[in-house]
């Protein structure tokens, strides 16, 4: 197993049980005890999680993997929310987009609508065919070289995470603008709580794009769901269209749909 491929093993068995034992991890990636050691220590000198004697354990109760080893998790769902979601976003309009993966994956499907792109890059008239304001340095990466996207990106500081702006610079540009639909990416939805990311800026700033629009559509592959995480961003009376997987279990659609929400599951 390479070395990537072995850290993302490990940061998820972190992620999912707050702890990992280096012989069961052994036992479990069939590498040696001493392999699963040097990558401990690896991964604890990068601050992605805390070495104990036998083992490791997460940092803290909002535990959260850095965005670049997320990105293998549940890719070929996160590829398909993105493209359905992209779909949603109607030629013109002004779309929010916060971070994440499956964030990435829509910012990345926006990108290669032909009705978007078109035959010149642009509209007829030179402009561009899509504005996208996003605080994820990385989705701003994305579509920055494409002259079909207007491209707006907040200020504020940038978390090493999530590779999202958040504080009173991006707040303050979120207050000054509308929207015609947000798509928030979030790390747990319930019926009950609404939506929620582990950082409480990256919260604030979500928050605000869900108030600046005329809808929000929730993009999240169906492990985010009946989840908790630490910071609420909205309520789901807020949420218009919940975009998820295949794997959304039908008693979940059913009571999404009761709540007013329009399940899309792909």
Not at 15 to 37: F, M, P, Q, Y
Request: overall charge negative; hydrophobic content about 45%.
């Amino acid at each position: 197993m390479a070395r990537d491929a072995r850290w993302d093993a490990l940061l998820e068995l972190v992620g999912k049980n707050g702890r990992v034992e280096v012989e069961d991890a052994a036992a479990a990636l069939d590498v040696s005890a001493a392999t699963i050691r040097r990558d401990l220590d690896q991964l604890a000198e990068q601050h992605l999680l805390t070495r104990t004697r036998g083992g490791a354990i997460a940092h803290g109760v909002s535990y959260e993997l850095a965005l670049r080893y997320k990105a293998g998790r549940h890719a070929p769902e996160k590829q398909a929310i993105g493209r359905a979601a992209s779909e949603l976003v109607a030629v013109g309009e002004v779309v929010g987009l916060t971070g994440g993966t499956t964030l990435t994956e829509v910012a990345r499907a926006l990108a290669l609508r032909p009705d978007i792109v078109g035959e010149t890059g642009a509209s007829a008239g030179g402009q561009p065919t899509l504005t996208v304001v996003t605080n994820a340095l990385n989705i701003a990466n994305e579509l920055v070289i494409r002259p079909q996207i207007k491209l707006v990106v907040t200020g504020g500081v940038a978390r090493p995470q999530s590779y999202e702006l958040t504080g009173p610079l991006a707040s303050g540009v979120m207050s000054e603008i509308t929207l015609d639909v947000a798509v928030l990416g979030v790390n747990a939805i319930d019926i009950e709580r609404g939506a929620y990311v582990h950082h409480e800026g990256e919260a604030s700033i979500n928050r605000l794009l869900a108030e600046r629009a005329q809808r929000v559509v929730v993009a999240a592959d169906s492990s985010k769901i009946g989840r908790r995480a630490f910071a609420r961003v909205c309520d789901l009376g807020q949420v218009d269209v919940l975009v998820t997987d295949s794997d959304i279990t039908p008693e979940a659609t059913a009571r999404f749909t009761e709540a007013g929400v329009t399940v899309i599951a792909v």
